[in-house]
């Protein structure tokens, strides 16, 4: 089945900084890659996403690249506001199911 | 569109008691749901995927006597956590799958489940 890992467990970066989070995944047949934010207390937050058939998408200040080769697909956030603080969670599905495999989530700060 | 209705978004009960929790797909048809447990400062587990007319699909190490899930409808899942006890507080999440050109996922807005 698959397997995500979800880096790092947190990230404190200063307002205005980058910050990046990577998961890489087991199953080379997966090609559907979201990410979510949480928020506390709250559902998950569709946030952007990826198929396996681009190398990159962009929204704003949130991007997600993919490397198939290596199976590793990673969140950048650009400018970062304290808005965006929050719990970020990538999944990959399993596969032949329609189940998302989840990762450890990121706790990211951002720090005014 | 794609909204899931989940309630109830908290609940206290006492230990030994049963909970019921339901899902609800307000704008399509949701053959498959899933149930999610989260604990506090860590990721959603998959509990079990439910279809709608057949019997769910647990996950390695959830019991299913202890967790019971129907799937009656199209549009409503509900998660039953019976004789409950406090281990089993934690945030319990549901998501439904939806289809259009592609596929996706919508979350229920999560019940926080506390048992003493």
């Known amino acids: 089945g698959e397997n995500v890992e979800q880096h790092p467990s947190t990230l404190s970066v200063q307002e205005g900084d980058s910050a990046v989070i990577k998961c890489t995944y087991s199953?080379?047949?997966?090609?559907?890659f979201p990410w979510y934010k949480q928020e506390l207390g709250k559902r998950p937050q569709l946030i952007i996403d990826?198929?396996?058939?681009?190398g990159e998408k962009k929204d704003q200040r949130i991007a997600v690249t993919l490397n198939k080769t290596a199976k590793h697909f990673s969140l950048h956030i650009t400018e970062t506001q304290p808005e965006d603080s929050a719990v970020y969670f990538c999944?990959?599905?399993?596969?032949?199911?329609?189940?998302?495999?989840f990762g450890t989530g990121t706790r990211l700060k951002v720090l005014a | 569109g794609a909204v899931v209705s989940q309630h109830p978004s908290w609940v206290i009960c006492k230990s030994g008691t049963s909970v019921k929790i339901e899902c609800r797909s307000l704008?399509?048809?949701?053959?498959?749901m899933f149930w999610y447990r989260q604990f506090p400062k860590q990721s959603l587990m998959l509990m079990a995927t439910?279809?709608?007319?057949?019997?769910?699909?647990?996950e390695q190490g959830v019991e299913k006597d202890k967790f019971l899930i129907n799937h009656a409808s199209l549009t409503l899942s509900t998660l039953t956590v019976t004789s409950a006890h406090p281990e089993d507080s934690s945030f319990y999440i549901c998501?439904?799958?939806?289809?259009?050109?592609?596929?996706?996922?919508?979350f229920g807005s999560g019940t926080r489940l506390t048992v003493v």
């Open positions: 704008d399509f048809q949701a053959t498959t």
């Open positions: 199953d080379s047949a997966s090609n559907y």
């Open positions: 990826i198929r396996s058939n681009v």
């Open positions: 439910s279809n709608e007319g057949s019997k769910a699909t647990y």
């Open positions: 998501s439904a799958l939806y289809r259009g050109t592609g596929y996706g996922y919508t």
């Open positions: 999944a990959a599905p399993s596969s032949g199911t329609y189940k998302y495999i």
